[in-house]
């Protein structure tokens, strides 16, 4: 890498870059003029809505569910938009909520490591000022020398320039520390085991690229598992990209969002005792109500864990009102049986419910399996 790339990675990362500065800021005006967080605020939110950590099997960096963008075109229709989002696991979210817009965010998971990894994806979006610089962080790459020609883009151009280029030693180095710095700056308590773990997570984005998959502890890696050049180059039903970063305007909200620290992480088990209720009481406090939740494939595991009944009890203490939505995701291969809103060439299968509609159901006793779950009441997507 020449001197003068390096030189124009690190000055963008510390000062912006102009060209790509440029009109990037595609935000509503309504929400420009928002207020956010303070930066105690934000700590003090996380530690008082945080239960301990727990543990599941999977290093959970990036996603598994390839259909995660089907219910896109369905919640436009049921004017599912702004309130309050509550979600878990990694980036998947973002493209949830770029297309939901909410006043403020809470990814609530079972995972430590999970609050750490939105510690680092907080980091990267306050550093970047716009998509380009912000997967020149994730994946330790130079940037362009035309940073401004990728604002207006499509994400194919975002991917073939990572894919064409490597991150040399230097680079590497700079880009992680000034990340792991930044997370470190944030006003949370972390101990240096924290920010090395910050560390690590970065360096596995580095080291793997856009070919990075989900991977489990002690289970056979899935060939079906997409890669992150999959996730990001995914479509809705109608065959839209609609990926966080599949445009500009799509990153800047979300950049401001962080920058007012108004997507909140927190540790906690949905079927615990405390997060899950703790976060709805916040919401309500707030005069606000949920307009996602999105629950992943979580709900599997609580009915194997018997704990489910702990989860729908919390679910219904929550603020919501007739446009509130669930969305989840199915795996049909552990089951003998094909989903009616399966798509072909799709290994999951992402589901949409009305909160009340679950709330009901659950109160009657008709969820009796996993299987009733995922498969009674749930929105036809097509």
């Known amino acids: 890498m020449s001197d003068r790339i ?43 809505l945080s239960e301990p950590g727990g543990y599941f099997d999977t290093d959970n960096l990036i996603s ?71 997967l020149c962080l994730l994946f330790a790459r130079p940037l362009p020398e035309d940073v ?27 880009v992680m520390a000034r990340v792991a710095s930044t997370v470190a700056a944030f006003a949370l308590p972390l101990t240096d085991q924290d920010v090395n773990t910050v560390r690590r997570f970065h360096s ?17 890696p899935n060939r079906h598992y997409p890669t992150y050049r999959q996730l990001l180059l995914e479509t809705d039903l109608a065959g839209r990209q609609a990926n966080y970063l599949a445009e500009e305007a799509s990153f800047q909200y979300l950049k401001q969002m962080q920058e007012r620290n108004l997507v909140i ?25 949920i307009s996602a939740f999105y629950t992943s494939n979580v709900e599997y595991y609580l009915v194997q864990d018997r704990s489910f009944h702990k989860y729908a009890h919390a679910v219904g203490r929550l603020p919501y009102d007739s446009a509130s939505v669930i969305i989840r995701s199915f795996f049909a291969a552990r089951y003998a049986y094909q989903h009616p809103q399966a798509v072909p060439g799709y290994h999951s299968v992402q589901l ?23 498969s009674l009441n749930a929105i036809d997507l097509k």
């Open 6 to 48: 390096h030189l124009l990675l690190l000055t963008a990362l510390a000062l912006g870059c102009a060209d790509g500065r440029a009109g990037d800021s595609q935000v509503p005006e309504a929400f420009a003029h928002a207020g956010g967080i303070s930066d105690a605020e934000f700590a003090e939110l996380v530690e008082r």
């Open 148 to 174: 401004g020609v990728f604002r207006k883009q499509p994400a194919q151009s975002l991917v073939d320039y990572i894919d064409s280029t490597t991150p040399s030693a230097d680079l590497r180095e700079e």
């Open 352 to 374: 949409l419910q009305q909160m009340a509609t679950f709330i009901d159901d659950y109160e009657a006793d008709r969820y009796r399996s996993y299987l009733e779950l995922v």
């Open 64 to 134: 598994n569910e390839t259909s995660y963008l089907h219910v896109v075109g369905k919640l436009h229709e049921l004017s599912v938009s702004g309130g309050a989002y509550i979600g878990v696991g990694p980036d998947q979210n973002f493209s949830y909520m770029k297309e939901i817009r909410p006043e403020i965010a809470f990814i609530v998971d079972i995972r430590r490591d999970n609050l750490l990894q939105h510690l680092m994806f907080k980091a990267m979006f306050e550093l970047a000022d716009n998509r380009i610089e912000y």
């Open 204 to 220: 596995t984005f580095i080291d793997e690229g856009l070919g990075l998959r989900f991977r489990s502890h002690g289970r056979r």
């Open 265 to 289: 992480p927190v540790v906690g088990d949905l079927a615990g005792d405390h997060a899950l209720v703790a976060v709805g009481g916040e919401i309500s406090k707030r005069g606000k109500v």
